[in-house]
């Protein structure tokens, strides 16, 4: 009876712990280029992927994709919003850079998100 106890009680503290991970939002955490010098914004708790190009930069997390989302668009939201050509961006005028583009997806078992800037104010 008392390791029922103790097997029910652990499977309890992991379910509770994936929920937070996955569906809590938990802030972000600072990613500095290396190739750029640029420091973007991540959820926390996400793995640099891979840096390609200069200016697209991929990562992957445990979280779900609605935090990841969410997540990335409390960060933009502090981004000055420009809209030209039917298109939106995110530009930060302390680091003088635009992102141009991001994207989350579903992974089998990491989900995983791009972030695509240039070093540049889009639309002048």
Do not use: H, W
């Not at 996955?22 to 640099?48: A, C, D, H, M």
């Not at 933009?76 to 030209?84: A, D, M, P, Q, V």
């Not at 005028?93 to 991001?102: C, G, N, R, V």
């Amino acid at each position: 009876m008392k390791k029922v106890k103790i097997v029910l009680v652990a499977l309890g503290i992991i379910v509770v712990s994936t929920a937070v991970l996955l569906f809590i939002p938990l802030g972000t955490q600072n990613y500095e280029s290396k190739i750029s010098g640029i420091t973007l914004n991540v959820p926390r708790f996400s793995f640099l992927k891979e840096e390609c190009c200069a200016y697209n930069v991929d990562f992957v997390s445990l979280r779900s994709v609605d935090s990841l989302r969410k997540e990335l668009e409390r960060e933009l939201s502090k981004y000055e919003t420009i809209t030209c050509d039917n298109k939106t961006y995110y530009y930060d005028s302390k680091q003088d850079f635009t992102i141009t583009e991001y994207n989350v997806n579903n992974g089998f078992i990491l989900n995983d998100f791009n972030i695509t800037y240039d070093k540049v104010k889009y639309c002048d």
